[in-house]
Structure formats: structure tokens, C-alpha cells
DNA sequence: TTGTACGCGTTATCAC
DNA sequence: GTGATAACGCGTACAA
């Protein structure tokens, strides 16, 4: 094995007594090649470890590669707002390696737009989506589509079983709550009564609620503690305020140490939080400026971060170095589950 | 202002009705070039963005860059062993860009190691040297070396003040401390006895300690909270085990709530803790392996994660795309800091 | 079955 | 002053 770094074409060609035409068939089996000539070539490939210059490939490859992402508006939620710098950041990077993206936004509360919008970027035949399956079955039908057009299929967010994906970022959700109620254990110690909170807008977070929530559990369950715990789904009604909503099933409960809101919405909650009330330890998700502001003023105890921005900037990388590189996708990947409180938040926030 | 992407040098001279030499000497302001032609290329670059195309700038510029790291020894402390995957991943996925990495190993233990490592390395006049400056002194006399040889010169895990460097990349040690004293104070309450705890081999880390320490007492002052803190220096005697050293130490103190061990080596402690002990809660620093364990196991209720491999990472390929992209370097960055409890260590293991 | 020549975008050199 | 041309490494079309 010889230790000279990086080979060409032109090397091996030369090392073999062959012409680079020749190399290349050889590597690229093309055939067309005598056996005396395979055989030099590969003598030399055994010898030495070629990789193709990737600079050199897709400066000749100047194809254009589309990726569509499929992702909410962030005016209806501010989570969303990172995953638009995310792609901004993309664009930039990349726009000298004929990287092209194009954004399919959705109305999160409305199936239909989901759908339509799914369909407008069908319609284009991207090399590949990028999506937030917020609509399980919608979506999971959707990816079908994807793969048989042979689209390359992404998901962040948000996780889709029983249909072959080419790449799912996001965080364990089952785990999460598992962190959160190892904070209320430490916090609160062997016995207490808790109470999670499923606030949203409307359900489409449904299954993402409930994998928390189950988690949450689990870990009590587990460790045998001597906890009680209620759970309250707290959807907008048509014409009332939610504040209005929220602070009437306040007033209503028996009063609890913890709650647990596996929503971005612990704020509505915190808004809520008067004097008077007993004001139990509220952890919840997501680094939205509300939820920050009383992070801050520990209203709220702590948050986790689910950095969706992470996610969007990891999906796309991978995704490229897959189609300019030739890198493998990896099926699945979880991103850490940052805790958050009011000391280490700035950090999380460029 | 055209619509179309990404215009070439040629795109250019067409456009001006000029040659790409005359566009290219434009560019790069090489003069001789008629005051003519510069008006007509001038022209078309005021009305297009014209921005080269870092690829076959790359593919034509084969120079090979030189970066050299100055790091510790893994086999001293398993806290930089991170360090060394990141090296290797880098070197991985940019050896085709030219990228030559070398190893300037040292013994935290010894600064005659480290100037005589910073010496071997500053012979061989790399690029650009990334640095631990563990010593500040002969790192911050080195730095100034290197900035006279016109070497890029960055940090990682500490920093280095009066003295320019070109990127340092770390973690914030007086806010991290404040993370440290804002979960003592969500533990304990309003009313708490703590410890704080220099354990190291040597004292090395002495600048790195005190600014956790202060970070951590400020967070008590600033809240007026009734905290008692003792600050204890435990060092390595020369024949004696360290974990006599500490036991000793535990029976000689009056019990305390919480222990804050400034460095990798909480898991020192929590080995001490018996069942006679009161068990006070711990919080230290860093994913060792011996941490994690008793992380697990709650004899650690948290860890402060500086990320040792993600700082490498991140100041490789700052440096790397100041090299072969020209993007500036950011003179100080500062990275999350991550809090860890038994439930979230996994996702940051990888 | 082979070798050669061309083009991708940039830069540097060399005639004109 | 200027424009044509070679070179970086790869892939490929085409000629031998």
C-alpha cells in the first residue's frame, strides 16, 4: 500500500499502462475492457484506495438537483419561523452546487392545505421532499406517491411508520417525556400529583402528543413512584379566547405541583398564572419568544428544545451530500433533547 | 437586474463583449485593462450578481493547506478523546479539498510538553494552528509567535484574552456556572448549603475553574438567596491515591446540599459516596464514561456537556472555509450549553 | 477494445 | 492592453 494521498484517474492510468478511457471503464464497469488490461487496472485499484474527486464530479455534473419542502406557515405558529432561516442558510451555502429549493407551505390546522400543496409539489417532480408529516395518514399516502414517482422522501418533525422513508430527523419523542418527568422527579422528589396538558390549537399533533405523554408516564410507571398524574386536552373553541378557555380549567382542577405541556404552548398557560393560584412548576417545548420571555422570569421551569432549525438544516445537508457526493441516506436519526431554563438559553437562540 | 442564477466569467465577456481575461482581470483588479473595456464590464456587473464558483476555484487551486492542532493526550484525560473523532471525520470528508491535518499531542500535566509540541509544530509553518491554550501563558507567548509568522491561529475550549486570535470557539465558563447554580437553586429551594469543587490532577485548569466559580457565586448574589459556599481545591498527591484523598475530604467537611465539581471529574466523588454519607446532590462536567455511569445510576444529577468533539468539528471547518471558500472568520463563538440528566445522555453520545 | 479530446469555471501564462 | 489557451479531475462521446 503506497502512501501517496489522494489518486486520479490519470495516476492509475499511468500506473496500469493503460489509457484513463480504460480506468474508467474499469471502475465504472462498463465492460469493453480485455482481461489483460482488467487485470492491470485492478492490480493497481488493489494497491491503492481510489476515491473520485467530488469537486472535480460535480463541477462536470452541473445538473440542477430540486428539493421541495413541505412545511407550515409560521405565521399560524411561530415554531415553524427557525425552519425558514434554516433553508435561507441552505440557499446560500449551496447555490454554486446547483442546489435549488422550493417551499411548499401549509396551513397547519387544515388538511386540505396540506394536501393541495402536497400535490402542487408532486406536480413539479423535485428530486426530492423534505416534509413535516403533520397529517399522519395524508402524509404516509403522500410519501407512497413520492416513492413511487422515485422522489427521494425526507421527513423532520415528526416520524412516519409502515412506509419505507428515506430519511427521518427529528427527536425521540417517546424520550422526551421521559426527560421532562425526570425533571419533575427531581424537582419534586418521591410523591407528588401532576398533570399534563395537551394545548393546541387544534389536534393535528395528536399522535406527537401522545408518544410524550406515554413516555411521561412510562418513567413513573418504572421507577414506582408514588405519582399522580391527570391528563387535560385543552383545544380553542370557535369564538372564546383561549386565555379565556385556559384560565377556566384552572379555576376548575384541584390544584397540582407540575405541569407538563407537550405543546409549544406552555405560555398560554404561564399567561394564566395568577397570584392566587398555587402555581405549580409548568416545564414545557419549544423556544418560542413567548415561552422564553417566562423562562426568564421562571414562570416556566424549564423547556426542551426540539431545534427544528437543526432539523431542516440536517435533512437538507444530508440530503445534498447524498446527491452531490453519493453518500448513503441514513434511514433515521434522533437529534439530542436539550433542556432549557433560564440560564443557558441565549446559546440556543443563533 | 437579471433573473438568471449563477453567472460565469464567460457569461460575463460575452455580455461586455469582451475576452474572460479582460472580465477576470476586472475582477481581480490586475490593471491593464483600457478604460473602455473596464466601463463595459463594469457595467454588466453593476446590473448582475456575479459571485465565482467556489467548485472550480477549488478544482484549480490543488494547494494543499496545512492545519495543525495542538491538543492533549487522551490517555491522561478521556475528556479530549472526543476530540480525536472529530479530526478523523474531518480529515475523511475534506481530504479531497487538500485539507492535511496534524497532530500536536501534549501532556496536560506538563507545560515543557506543550511548548515543546507547540515548537515541533510551529517549525513546520502550517496554515493555520488550532490550539488548546491550557497554559495560558506560554499559549498566549505562542499565539503571538504565530500571528507574527502570519500562521491563522485558533482556540478551542478556552480562551485567550489581550491577544489577537483569529477564532476561538468554547463555551461560556461563567455562564455555565450560573447553569450550575440556577438548577442547585430549582433543587434545593431558597435556603441551601453547597460546596464547590476543583478536582484535578493538576492545576492547569486554574483560570478555566475560577470562571465557573465566579459564574456559579454571582448567580447567588445577583438573587440575594441565602446560599452558604465553600470553594475546596483537591489535587492529586504525589503517592497517594486520589480516591483517599477525597474520601478524607468528604469526612472532614460538615455535610453540605449539593456539590459542584468544576471539572470531568465528578465521578471521583460519587465513587467516595457510601450509604453513611447524606448523599448530597452532584452536579458536574462532561460525558466521560465514568460520569455517565454514575449519571445513570443518579449519584449525578447533572452534567454540564462542553462538547469537546463539536467545538473541534466547528473550528476545523471554520478554518477550512476560510481556507477554500474565503468566508471570514468570526473572532469568538460561543456554543450551547448543554445540560444532561439521565434520561437525555444517549442522543448526545454520538 | 482502446485512446483521445472536450467541457465544466477559474485562474495564470503567453503570444499578439 | 488584450484575447486565446492550458490546467485542475472527471465523465463521456467519438474516433481509431
Known sequence: MLMKKNYTIKDIAELAGVSKGTVDRVIHKRGKVSSKALEQVNKVLDQIEYKPNPIAKSLKNNKVYNIAILLPDADNDPYWLPCYDAIKQIENEFS???????????NPQSTESFTKSAEIILAEKPDAILMVPLFYKEAKDFAKNCVDANIKMATFNNYIK?????LQIGQ?????????????????????SLAILHIDEAFQ??????EKELGF?????QKELDYDISVYNLKKEAKIPFKKTIDHFLKSITPVDGLFVTTSKAYLLANCMTESFSKPLIIGYDLVAENIDHLAHDKIAFLIHQDPKKQVYLSLTKLIEYFLFGKPLQESLSLPIDIINSENYPQYLK
Open 96 to 106: 454554486h452546487f446547483g442546489i435549488k429549493i422550493k417551499k411548499g407551505i401549509f
Open 205 to 210: 399533533n395528536a399522535s406527537h402528543m401522545q
Open 172 to 192: 425521540d419523542l417517546f424520550q422526551s417525556g421521559r426527560v421532562a418527568a425526570k425533571l419533575f422527579n427531581m424537582l419534586l422528589g418521591t410523591k407528588a
Open 162 to 166: 409502515d412506509q419505507k422513508i428515506d
Open 217 to 221: 408516564k412510562t418513567y413513573y410507571l
